[in-house]
């Protein structure tokens, strides 16, 4: 079972609110990752880190932030919440260098926002 | 677009026939990947096969790769309907310092019992 955990698992709130969805591993992984999918549709990158201190925008444009100040946290903001960010976003991590492996994804976090 | 298309977007079988599901992708890869997704939760890892092999096996699956014509395969046998599930593509390509896995739009997979 993969040691990654979301919070909250799902949250609803106002538009124009701040709100960071936590993403923590115990895998000591140094890749971390944050996907967005909507319904019944593929995952997207929106961001990635390859160790503390690392981050980078993935392929779909995200008005969200990371940061990763330490391994095992990598959390993701989002300064003013709109209509438009409801989705859900899934964490993941892997380790390793070369060969890319596996990604263990945490249960995902569901973003209603009003 | 995209790296990975699946094929079909949606299959309902009954319980103890094969699933089959096909993914295409357009650029080269280092290995794909297989996932399941249940309702409303994380993916998990199934299986992974590299650029230089050609089938691979664990347990009910088995992930053929063709590199000439850029596609993968999943079969699934004897169904159950705990395999019920959304079943997604991804490939990963290594480049510089790191790399990325790009999923595909995935496969809903039902299977009645």
């Known amino acids: 079972e993969a040691d990654i955990y979301q919070t909250p698992r799902y949250l609803v709130i106002g538009t124009g609110k701040k709100i960071t969805l936590e993403c923590s591993q115990t895998m000591g992984h140094d890749k971390m990752y944050w996907y967005q999918q909507d319904p019944g549709m593929e995952l997207h990158l929106i961001h990635y880190s390859y160790g503390v201190n690392s981050t980078e925008k993935g392929d779909l444009s995200s008005e969200s932030t990371v940061s990763r100040i330490r391994t095992e946290h990598f959390p993701l903001t989002l300064e003013s919440a709109r209509p438009s960010h409801t989705s859900q976003y899934l964490c993941?991590?892997?380790?390793?260098?070369?060969?890319?492996?596996?990604?263990?994804f945490g249960e995902g976090s569901r973003l209603t926002v009003l | 677009s995209q790296q990975g298309e699946e094929d079909p977007q949606a299959l309902s079988i009954q319980e103890g026939e094969n699933a089959t599901m096909n993914c295409s992708y357009k650029?080269?890869?280092?290995?794909l990947q297989w996932y399941r997704q249940n309702s409303g939760r994380g993916l998990v890892h199934l299986i992974l096969?590299?650029?230089?092999?050609r089938e691979k096996h664990s347990g009910r699956l088995r992930v053929t790769l063709d590199t000439s014509k850029k596609s993968s395969s999943l079969l699934i046998t004897a169904s159950r309907a705990a395999d019920t599930a959304s079943y997604f593509c991804a490939t990963a390509m290594i480049y510089n310092q790191g790399g990325k896995l790009i999923f595909g739009q995935g496969t809903e997979l039902s299977v009645k019992p």
């Open positions: 993941a991590s892997s380790e390793g260098w070369g060969e890319f492996g596996e990604l263990f």
């Open positions: 096969i590299r650029s230089n092999e």
């Open positions: 650029t080269s890869i280092n290995n």
